[in-house]
């Protein structure tokens, strides 16, 4: 792990502690339990349908347990006014860029609606943002003229304004071609290194996850079935983990 988790001003610990969650007689979570140390990238990987974004949105508050707890900093997350006093950004898997506004107007939202910097200083801190993701000059383009990498580059951006304690990244590199998605992979390295932020990735892209993780938590139907350094993941003998892992996704043959 980086020096970075060292940096307890910059990064924060989550806990997830036997999280249960039902939709109907469907249950997507069923008591799961992990620790995420500050300034770790934490992946949970596992295939489409496991849990893995539905347990994204309780960590970021879009979903509330049927029963367990999430905490942040030994504090339970549902504790008044804690999430004001920590800062967390999402990366959602569209990007999700307003349509109607340009590239710099995406980046700059948050500090726009909240007046937290004069217009001056708000125009400097996006071009910045933007030069990390290396889209220096883009302020005036309109999503629509972006690829779906750049379009994923200025959500990190965008989640870069708040100087962010805490990224989530839901399936950041997913409709992506391959080396673009290698380039993402490089940037949450280099966007950590850089903010010394807490990382929590979900993706069932395994290069994804075994190129930039400190640890990863295999998840399937709704439970972590293993939970450790990528090499000790590799070296699952758990069946399901070895079937996820080892899967080849050939064309079928005419």
Same mark, same amino acid.
């Given at each position: 792990? %980086?020096?970075?988790?060292?940096? $307890?001003?910059?990064?924060?610990? #989550? ?16 008591? #799961? ?5 500050? =300034? ?9 349908? %496991?849990?893995?974004?539905?347990l994204l949105k309780h960590i970021i508050g879009l979903e509330e347990p049927d029963a367990g707890e999430l905490l942040l900093e030994g504090q339970s997350i $549902? ?10 950004? &999402?990366?959602?898997? %569209?990007? !999700? ?6 590239v710099g107007e995406n980046v700059g939202l948050y500090l726009r609606e909240h007046r937290l ?5 708000? /125009?400097? #801190? @996006? ?22 990498? &750049?379009?994923?580059? #200025? !959500?990190? !951006? ?5 100087? *962010? /304690? ?5 399936? *950041? ?14 940037? @949450? ?6 903010? $010394?932020?807490? %990382?929590?990735?979900?993706? $069932? ?10 640890? @990863?938590? &295999? @998840?399937?139907? =709704? ?6 350094? *990528? ?21 079928? /043959?005419?």
């Open positions: 792990m %980086s020096a970075a988790a060292n940096n $307890h001003h910059e990064s924060v610990r #989550v806990e997830v502690r036997g999280l249960r969650k039902s939709f109907g007689d469907h249950e997507v979570l069923r008591g #799961v339990s992990f620790t995420v140390e500050r =300034g770790e990238i934490f992946v949970l990987m596992g295939p489409s349908g %496991s849990g893995k974004s539905v $549902h504790t008044e006014g804690l999430r004001d006093r920590y800062r967390m950004a &999402m990366v959602f898997q %569209s990007g !999700a860029l307003l349509n109607s506004l340009t910097k004069p217009e001056a200083e708000i /125009q400097r #801190v @996006i071009a910045e943002k933007l030069d990390i993701v290396g889209l220096k000059g883009t302020e005036e383009k309109i999503p629509a003229e972006l690829s779906g990498g &750049m379009k994923k580059r #200025v !959500a990190l !951006a965008r989640a870069l304004i708040i100087e *962010p /304690q805490l990224i989530l990244y839901d399936e *950041p590199t997913s409709e992506l071609d391959p080396l673009i998605a290698i380039t993402i992979g490089q940037e @949450i390295l280099a966007l950590r290194d850089r903010t $010394h932020a807490t %990382s929590i990735v979900v993706t $069932h892209d395994r290069d994804l996850a075994f190129g930039i993780a400190d640890r @990863i938590a &295999m @998840i399937a139907e =709704g439970e972590i079935l293993e939970i450790g350094r *990528p090499e000790d993941v590799r070296r699952s003998q758990h069946p399901l983990v070895r079937k996820f892992l080892t899967a080849d996704f050939k064309p079928k /043959q005419p």
